[in-house]
Structure formats: C-alpha cells, structure tokens
C-alpha cells in the first residue's frame, strides 16, 4: 500500500543546532516533493519545492533532499531558533494537482 | 506569495444543522481548489477537488451529499457540511494551487459539532 512516514515522535533540539526531519514514501513514484510549516490551527505554509531530477534545494537556513532511489526526502533547518517551533509536513506531487501529506513531525527548538 | 481567506476560523453548532465554510483566494484566480481535513496529530486528507463551474470531484469515502462543495466563481469556493454530526467535528482546510504547483492554504476551520 501507499505510505509517507514522517517520525511522529517529537523532534526537540538546542537552538543554534541543525534539525533534521526524515520523510520516507512507499509506492509513489512523485514528481516533486513539497515541504510545509503548520503552526496549530493554522492551515500549512509553504516552504521548499524538489522536484525528482533536483538533489538538494536550499533556501535561506532551510536544506531539502531528494533521493528517489531512497524514497527519502530530508529536510534540514541550520542554526534552529526557537520560533522554529512547529510541525512539519512533508506531502508529495504525483501528477494530480492535489497534494498527499504525511502526517507530519513536530519540531521543539529549546532556548 | 498569494493570500486564500477561509471564513468562519472557527464554528460550534447543533447537531443536525448546516456550516458553510468559505474559502476565498484573494490575489489571483484559482480554477480548482482543494478541500482538506485534519484530525488532531494526523495528515491532512483530500476530500474533494472543487473545479470552477462544474462538480466537485470528491475522494473515495466522502459522501458528496454531505459535505456540498460549490465554485461558482474563480475566487470562491464553498463547502457545507449538512445535518452536522459529532463524528464531523475536525479541522477543514481549503487551498489552491499556483502554476508552479504550490499550495496556498486558507487559515482552516475548527468546526465543533455539539
């Protein structure tokens, strides 16, 4: 069956550290990889865009990885502070307009 | 990046009663749109893919004559959960896509079903 699997366990790290989120995919073949912030009950905010031929996008402390061999996308925050504090969702691009998400991992950046 | 306004944040109703949640893009002209809900610490899932002018295109399991999707315009999208339940009670967020396939979310809606 399909999956995304994103570590629902809480994510906390120091600030000024490197969070490292994991999304992991099953039986999709994705033609991009989308990653997004959701603070609570607020609706998803973009953040980076991969598509299957790209191996890393970088945008200000932010770092994405695709491995389609993998099945893996990696999402990267460099010198974490704590209004990083959020969760992330990872959700996947396959051809139809609409997206499917993972389930999402919460980060908690301490000061 | 561009705005999409969902309307109410949040709603508590009876039992048995109609919501209508609208959901609004603001700056630019969404052809379809995406209905999605959210049980506390769970993914996002697709109810439906509203298209301006023609019916909605709803995921398997959702019951299209409970959860009415109307686009009539292509800036407006609305969604009416009829005779509400408690089992109804979620977070439901409308989005629309850009041409670079990135979604723009409205701020979503609690709804509460007494």
Redesign the interface.
């Known amino acids: 069956s399909q999956k ?1 699997e994103q570590n ?1 366990e809480a994510l906390n790290i120091q600030e000024g550290k490197t969070a490292t989120l994991t999304c992991n995919y099953t039986n999709y073949s994705p033609a ?1 990889l ?1 990653w ?1 912030r959701q603070d609570p ?6 953040l980076l ?1 991969i598509r299957e031929n790209e191996k890393e996008k970088r945008k200000e402390r932010l770092k994405v990885t695709f491995d389609t061999t993998l099945k893996q996308s990696l999402f990267h925050i460099t010198a974490s502070q704590p209004a990083d504090s959020a969760t992330y ?1 990872c ?1 996947l ?1 396959t051809g139809r ?8 991992t919460r980060l908690q950046v301490q000061p | ?1 561009a705005v ?1 306004s ?1 309307h109410p944040s949040r709603v508590i109703c009876k039992s048995g009663t109609s919501v209508k949640i609208e959901c609004r893009s603001l700056d630019f002209q969404a052809t ?1 749109m ?1 209905w ?1 809900r959210q049980f506390p ?4 899932m ?1 109810m439906a ?1 509203s298209n301006e002018g023609s019916k909605a295109t709803y995921e398997q399991g959702v019951e299209k004559d409970k959860f009415l999707i109307n686009h009539a315009s292509l800036t407006l999208s609305t969604l009416t959960v009829t005779s509400a339940h408690p089992e109804d009670s979620s ?1 439901y ?1 409308c ?1 629309a ?1 850009d041409v ?9 809606t ?1 709804l509460s079903v007494l």
Request: net charge positive.
């Open positions: 995304i629902s991009y989308q997004y009950g607020r609706g998803p905010v973009f865009l969702l959700a691009g307009r609409a997206l499917t998400f993972g389930s999402g | 990046g999409v969902q379809t995406f999605y610490k769970q993914s996002l697709l893919t977070f967020i989005s896509s670079n396939e990135k979604l723009f979310f409205g701020s979503g609690q």
